[in-house]
């Protein structure tokens, strides 16, 4: 395989009869797939797109949102996969930065993206999944006819492995949106050490919650179609009944998730999930490292579960890997030893090598490295000054050369993988009618809950009152709901520093402390 596409044109030659991608509505063959993506794909060049340029896909977890990203690829498009909750505003900017060509969705997105105001400019159409129009803008189309259209073999653009195939947004160091630009080889270095990893099988069979707009999900649908498997997907754990159901149903071996979500897990469905996931050959975890205590639950509970970690960023995907089950319990903070084709580093205060067991910044240099950030030369400089990632991680390299990994150089908050600007969140809790001055933090632990959660705090205008309801409806309407704070305190003063920066490191202490001494009074 030298591209992306080939995952998809190869599993169809080897696979063609064979489940490829299930959702709650359906499923669809390696063969089924490949022909409705070819289809797609001749369509999305019948616009007058050409290789190289962006096609965006707004769609939830489905057979969908895996045809229409491979629909980008096989057209020789650059796929750029969205958030399904993107709003409308943060559409906006990331359309500025990437100027896509094409928008593909479906009603509900067009419905959203269109609230405000016309779609980004520099769409020249927009395909509607599912649905028949009619609709006001006449660059919206159904996507019904390009997919019923007669087979006529499936359309594939050449491409080289050092072409760029997608842009995969995160947030920035400044709160705005940065493309990440990840070549066909960037990302096929990284598969191929993860399926040798994880040992995947043409028996394996995921259950994918994660959000295929981000690495970590789409990662395991490539995967398993690398390896002739399959995949049954959908959005998060919104229907934890019907996620449970599909580990029995599906025959799932495979389940990845994020801390935060096994431990909602483990504390409320324990039983039905060692119930349901009995046939569990592996998970893998990431967006935050596991804690030892739920590794232990979680190994309890399903005793012939293969728990693997792995620590890796947009930029620098699946760098180190562990299992945790064939580790021990001396390793259950540890994130993994560096894959083959990852070099990865220790630097200290002094930007040299630190030795072993000494704490700095983690860098990483490799075939599965990104080429940088899109349209962003400032911020491509920063972070890959000398030909290496550095990633704004703190940990340190044992005596073995494993990763820990012991905290952050960055303001970003982690929720659930999801990696959120304090001043995104900062920036709308600050225009409700009450709040004078307001800072967000992420806080550990919250509610019991594992992994970080964001909690603003707000200093009121003189007459109001302290209303967190109000707030967490105004942020829900304006916020990508990860955005949203999980919790908001009154406070007396939002701690600054001279130069009217936020100290995060007070704040978050000041917040606990209120947090702990039990609700505000109106």
Request: glycine share 12%; charged share 20%.
């Given at each position: 395989?030298?591209?992306?596409?080939?995952?998809?044109?190869?599993?169809?030659?080897?696979?063609?009869?064979?489940?490829?991608?299930?959702?709650?509505?359906?499923?669809?063959?390696?063969?089924?797939?490949?022909?409705?993506?070819?289809?797609?794909?001749?369509?999305?060049?019948?616009?007058?797109?050409?290789?190289?340029?962006?096609?965006?896909?707004?769609?939830?977890?489905?057979?969908?949102?895996?045809?229409?990203?491979?629909?980008?690829?096989?057209?020789?498009?650059?796929?750029?996969?969205?958030?399904?909750?993107?709003?409308?505003?943060?559409?906006?900017?990331?359309?500025?930065?990437?100027?896509?060509?094409?928008?593909?969705?479906?009603?509900?997105?067009?419905?959203?993206?269109?609230?405000?105001?016309?779609?980004?400019?520099?769409?020249?159409?927009?395909?509607?999944?599912?649905?028949?129009?009619?609709?006001?803008?006449?660059?919206?189309?159904?996507?019904?006819?390009?997919?019923?259209?007669?087979?006529?073999?499936?359309?594939?653009?050449?491409?080289?492995?050092?072409?760029?195939?997608?842009?995969?947004?995160?947030?920035?160091?400044?709160?705005?949106?940065?493309?990440?630009?990840?070549?066909?080889?960037?990302?096929?270095?990284?598969?191929?050490?993860?399926?040798?990893?994880?040992?995947?099988?043409?028996?394996?069979?995921?259950?994918?919650?994660?959000?295929?707009?981000?690495?970590?999900?789409?990662?395991?649908?490539?995967?398993?179609?690398?390896?002739?498997?399959?995949?049954?997907?959908?959005?998060?754990?919104?229907?934890?009944?019907?996620?449970?159901?599909?580990?029995?149903?599906?025959?799932?071996?495979?389940?990845?998730?994020?801390?935060?979500?096994?431990?909602?897990?483990?504390?409320?469905?324990?039983?039905?999930?060692?119930?349901?996931?009995?046939?569990?050959?592996?998970?893998?975890?990431?967006?935050?490292?596991?804690?030892?205590?739920?590794?232990?639950?979680?190994?309890?509970?399903?005793?012939?579960?293969?728990?693997?970690?792995?620590?890796?960023?947009?930029?620098?995907?699946?760098?180190?890997?562990?299992?945790?089950?064939?580790?021990?319990?001396?390793?259950?903070?540890?994130?993994?030893?560096?894959?083959?084709h990852v070099e990865l580093e220790i630097r200290g205060s002094s930007g040299g090598r630190a030795p072993a067991g000494e704490t700095g910044e983690v860098v990483v240099r490799g075939p599965a490295v990104a080429r940088g950030y899109w349209a962003d030369e400032a911020q491509t400089a920063a972070a890959f000054p000398d030909g290496w990632l550095h990633t704004g991680d703190l940990g340190h390299l044992d005596a073995s050369g494993c990763l820990w990994i012991t905290g952050r150089l960055k303001d970003l908050i982690n929720v659930g993988g999801y990696k959120v600007h304090p001043g995104e969140v900062e920036k709308v809790v600050g225009t409700f009618p009450a709040v004078h001055d307001t800072g967000a933090v992420g806080l550990e632990g919250l509610g019991g809950l594992t992994g970080e959660a964001i909690v603003a705090?707000?200093?009121?205008?003189?007459?109001?009152?302290?209303?967190?309801?109000?707030?967490?409806?105004?942020?829900?309407?304006?916020?990508?709901?990860?955005?949203?704070?999980?919790?908001?305190?009154?406070?007396?003063?939002?701690?600054?520093?001279?130069?009217?920066?936020?100290?995060?490191?007070?704040?978050?202490?000041?917040?606990?402390?209120?947090?702990?001494?039990?609700?505000?009074?109106?």
């Amino acid at each position: 395989m030298t591209t992306l596409a080939d995952i998809l044109l190869k599993g169809a030659e080897r696979f063609g009869p064979r489940e490829a991608v299930a959702d709650p509505g359906g499923t669809v063959t390696y063969a089924e797939l490949a022909a409705g993506a070819g289809r797609l794909a001749r369509a999305l060049r019948a616009t007058g797109a050409r290789p190289g340029d962006r096609s965006a896909v707004v769609l939830p977890n489905s057979i969908a949102f895996v045809r229409a990203h491979f629909a980008n690829l096989l057209a020789g498009l650059v796929s750029v996969p969205c958030d399904a909750s993107v709003t409308a505003e943060s559409f906006a900017a990331l359309a500025a930065q990437a100027c896509p060509r094409i928008l593909l969705t479906d009603e509900a997105g067009l419905k959203r993206l269109a609230a405000a105001a016309p779609i980004a400019a520099a769409i020249e159409k927009i395909f509607v999944i599912d649905g028949a129009g009619p609709w006001s803008d006449p660059r919206v189309g159904s996507a019904a006819a390009a997919l019923a259209a007669e087979p006529d073999g499936v359309f594939c653009e050449q491409r080289a492995p050092g072409d760029l195939a997608a842009l995969m947004y995160t947030t920035g160091a400044t709160g705005g949106p940065k493309g990440v630009m990840l070549t066909h080889e960037n990302v096929l270095a990284a598969l191929r050490s993860i399926v040798e990893f994880v040992r995947y099988t043409p028996d394996d069979r995921e259950v994918v919650i994660l959000p295929l707009s981000h690495n970590f999900g789409l990662g395991h649908v490539y995967c398993n179609l690398m390896s002739g498997g399959a995949v049954y997907t959908e959005n998060g754990l919104v229907r934890v009944g019907r996620v449970l159901k599909a580990l029995e149903s599906f025959r799932a071996t495979g389940f990845p998730g994020t801390p935060m979500g096994f431990g909602m897990l483990l504390d409320q469905y324990g039983p039905v999930l060692a119930s349901k996931g009995a046939k569990l050959r592996f998970c893998v975890v990431n967006s935050a490292p596991l804690p030892p205590e739920r590794t232990a639950q979680l190994q309890t509970l399903l005793p012939r579960l293969d728990i693997m970690v792995y620590y890796g960023l947009t930029e620098a995907s699946r760098s180190a890997f562990i299992s945790l089950t064939r580790s021990g319990p001396d390793h259950y903070r540890a994130v993994g030893k560096p894959l083959p084709h990852v070099e990865l580093e220790i630097r200290g205060s002094s930007g040299g090598r630190a030795p072993a067991g000494e704490t700095g910044e983690v860098v990483v240099r490799g075939p599965a490295v990104a080429r940088g950030y899109w349209a962003d030369e400032a911020q491509t400089a920063a972070a890959f000054p000398d030909g290496w990632l550095h990633t704004g991680d703190l940990g340190h390299l044992d005596a073995s050369g494993c990763l820990w990994i012991t905290g952050r150089l960055k303001d970003l908050i982690n929720v659930g993988g999801y990696k959120v600007h304090p001043g995104e969140v900062e920036k709308v809790v600050g225009t409700f009618p009450a709040v004078h001055d307001t800072g967000a933090v992420g806080l550990e632990g919250l509610g019991g809950l594992t992994g970080e959660a964001i909690v603003a705090a707000v200093v009121l205008r003189p007459g109001h009152g302290f209303d967190e309801a109000g707030l967490q409806r105004f942020c829900l309407e304006r916020l990508e709901k990860f955005k949203v704070p999980a919790r908001f305190v009154a406070v007396a003063e939002i701690p600054r520093s001279d130069t009217g920066k936020v100290k995060r490191a007070d704040l978050a202490r000041l917040v606990a402390v209120q947090l702990a001494a039990g609700p505000a009074k109106n």
